[in-house]
Structure formats: C-alpha cells, structure tokens
C-alpha cells in the first residue's frame, strides 16, 4: 500500500505537466482592440489573435526576444473566439458571420507557414441542424 502511495504521485505528474495553460494575460492599453488572445509557442515567441468592433481580426507572430513580428489580416467575416497551439499549428474556434446567419467556424494552420509569409489555414464550418423526432 506504501508503495502505491509513492507511486501515485508520480504518475500523476505527466498529466500535470501536460495540462499547463497557454494563456498569457497582458496589459496593452496602447492597443485599439476589444479582443487579444495571446498563447505561448516556444521560447519567446507567441501568437496573438486581435479584433476590435470596427475592423477584422488580426493572426500575429511575435518573438519577444528580437523584437520580430509578423501578422496576417482575417476576413472581415471571420471572428475567433479561442484558440490553442499544439505542437507547430494553430487551432482556433469561433463563427463566420454571413448577412444574417451566424455559422460555426473551426480552423487550423501550421506557424512555420505562417512565419514563410502566408497564411494558408484549412476549415470547417458547422452549419445548424434543427433538432427532429
């Protein structure tokens, strides 16, 4: 049973490791935006996805060491809500807004592309399905 005690712990200590946060939380009052998400990459580096009411978001690189940044400009139509980095790509969350109808958006794209230059992301759109009997 002492054993099992010991152990415990130790196996629990990859998945607590696994679960650390991306999240980062910054203060940029200089910035104009009413949406900054920012998620840690690797070293410092970051991604950060910014949207204000009155323009479409924007995808950004930023390395804190150089003082290197890249950015991308969305789709007017395109709003993410959240986003996660696993391994080398970008997993973001959100909706496509089309005239009336708001869909469902999931999206994905590799950062080392990113850092290339272009911003070539895949997606899916979830349209809505009304319940039946």
Do not use: M, T
């Given at each position: 049973m002492k054993k099992l005690l010991l152990l415990l712990p130790?196996?629990?200590?990859?998945?607590?490791?696994?679960?650390?946060?991306?999240?980062?939380v910054w203060e940029m009052p200089s910035l104009n935006y009413d949406t900054t998400?920012?998620?840690?990459?690797?070293?410092?580096?970051?991604?950060?996805y910014s949207s204000s009411g009155t323009g479409p978001g924007i995808v950004?690189?930023?390395?804190?060491a150089s003082g290197t940044t890249i950015s991308a400009t969305l789709p007017s139509n395109v709003i993410?809500?959240?986003?996660?980095?696993?391994?080398?790509?970008?997993f973001a969350g959100g909706a496509f807004i089309n005239y009336?109808?708001?869909?469902?958006?999931?999206?994905?794209?590799?950062?080392?592309?990113?850092?290339?230059?272009t911003l070539n992301y895949k997606y899916c759109l979830l349209y809505?399905?009304?319940?039946s009997i």
């Open positions: 130790l196996w629990l200590l990859p998945c607590l490791a696994a679960a650390q946060p991306q999240s980062v998400i920012v998620r840690h990459w690797q070293g410092d580096e970051y991604i950060v950004s690189y930023h390395d804190n993410i809500k959240d986003f996660r980095i696993a391994h080398d790509s970008v009336l109808n708001s869909y469902g958006l999931l999206a994905c794209f590799d950062i080392n592309i990113f850092l290339s230059g809505p399905n009304p319940l």
